[in-house]
């Protein structure tokens, strides 16, 4: 079984998000977490799939993987909200955070993520799409989820899991923990696929 395999390995999760480490453990996953920091830059022509699968895979660049283990695993994630065809990141303050709950109030947006699994030999890189549907969501509704819930480390201003995604969401087309910010179905795959060739 695959969790025999990986909890053999070192594993490091890339990854400064809370629900990351929680769905990552919640898959049974023995991991260490370790923190990158990038400027995370890309072609604004290129389409929501290219960027996230680029982003994950640049997450990966201040790692020096020559000085680990042959079967050390990382694992990077990056996950951007896309709504109307704009992009649409973690917001700047109340004001934003604002703006981006009233664009997706009544309307329906896609939550793209790119995972990255690689090993000191190779690398994996893919992504999931989930559509979600949010009902109008009124001012006050809003605004109390703002001020309760502080959603600035998220993107798009909102966690699926939180009392916003339980009132405000009527349709989720996909992969739920992808919103959360983590395929884990595809990731599982990917640990598969980079385990089983070790």
């Known amino acids: 079984m695959l969790l025999d395999e990986s909890n053999k390995r070192k594993v ?22 370790m923190s990158t920091d990038v400027e995370e830059t890309y072609d604004h022509a290129w389409s929501p799939e290219e960027i996230v699968m680029h982003l994950s895979r640049l997450k990966l660049s201040p790692i020096d993987m020559s000085q680990y283990d042959p079967n050390t695993i990382f694992i990077t994630c990056d996950t951007i909200v896309v709504v109307n065809g704009q992009i649409i990141g973690k917001p700047k303050d109340k004001e934003d955070a604002t703006r981006m709950l009233k664009m997706l109030s009544g309307n329906t947006h896609t939550v793209y993520s790119g995972v990255t699994v690689a090993t000191p030999q190779r690398q994996l890189t893919d992504y999931r799409a989930t559509e979600v549907v949010f009902e109008t969501l009124t001012d006050d509704m809003i605004q109390y989820y703002i001020d309760t819930y502080q959603p600035y480390d998220k993107a798009g201003s909102y966690g699926v899991q939180e009392w916003i995604g339980r009132v405000g969401i009527r349709e989720v087309h996909g992969s739920f923990y992808n919103v959360m910010g983590l395929p884990t179905r595809l990731l599982w795959q990917m640990l598969e696929a980079v385990c089983e060739t070790h």
């Open 12 to 33: 490091f999760l890339a990854s400064k998000s809370p629900r990351r480490r929680e769905l990552l453990a919640g898959m049974g996953v023995n991991f260490e977490v």
